[in-house]
């Protein structure tokens, strides 16, 4: 099982881009919980947005108001929506997610996975 992220990019300050983590590898992946990190150049990685499997959110103060972070069960996939997007907002984002998936043999197993990272540049 493994998170394959995409949707970064280049974008002019103000603009907006939806990142999504696909879960793959079995054939009934539940997401029980996701959240999105990012690590700026020369700052440490911090949190940017969470939800758990009850759907409550929480965002961190910069991002309040502007990103929104998704799931989508059937196909199974994550997503951050960030919109207004600031200088301060550049920095390599990384999904995390629990996932809930079954063996060959139906024993089910929970794993919290990390994508691999894509690259969000703001910057006119």
């Known amino acids: 099982v493994q998170l394959q992220a995409s949707g970064g990019g280049l974008v002019q300050p103000g603009g907006s881009l939806r990142l999504s983590c696909a879960a793959s590898?079995?054939?009934?992946?539940?997401?029980?919980?996701v959240a999105w990190h990012r690590q700026a150049p020369g700052k440490q990685r911090e949190l940017v947005a969470a939800?758990?499997?009850?759907?409550?959110?929480n965002y961190a103060d910069s991002v309040k108001g502007r990103f929104t972070i998704s799931r989508d069960n059937a196909k199974p996939t994550v997503y951050l929506q960030m919109n207004s997007l600031k200088h301060d907002d550049t920095a390599v984002y990384y999904c995390?997610?629990?996932?809930?998936?079954?063996?060959?043999?139906?024993?089910?197993?929970?794993?919290?996975?990390w994508g691999q990272g894509t690259q969000v540049t703001v910057s006119s």
């Open positions: 939800t758990t499997s009850g759907s409550s959110t």
């Open positions: 590898g079995k054939k009934k992946i539940s997401i029980t919980g």
């Open positions: 995390a997610a629990d996932l809930l998936y079954y063996t060959d043999s139906e024993e089910p197993v929970v794993s919290r996975l």
